[in-house]
């Protein structure tokens, strides 16, 4: 299963990334850390979202 999280974390962790970043753009927010901050957030959150999708799809 945690192999099929790894593959998944790839997928997932782009699209919470992305989905953040544009979030704090439209809220006007253009500075670095925002953005940055917003992509780490993305990208840490997508850890056990991936995990618990590989649990569903194995389980």
Same mark, same amino acid.
């Given at each position: 299963m !945690?192999?099929?999280a790894l593959i998944l974390y790839s997928i997932v962790a $782009? $699209?919470?990334a992305g989905t953040a970043v544009i /979030? #704090? !753009?439209t809220t006007g927010l253009? +500075?670095?850390m925002p953005i940055v #901050? /917003?992509?780490v957030a993305g990208a #840490? !959150?997508?850890a056990p979202a991936s995990y618990i999708l590989a +649990?569903?799809?194995t389980g």
């Open positions: !945690l192999r099929i $782009t $699209t919470f /979030a #704090v !753009l253009t +500075g670095t #901050v /917003a992509a #840490v !959150l997508a +649990g569903k799809i």
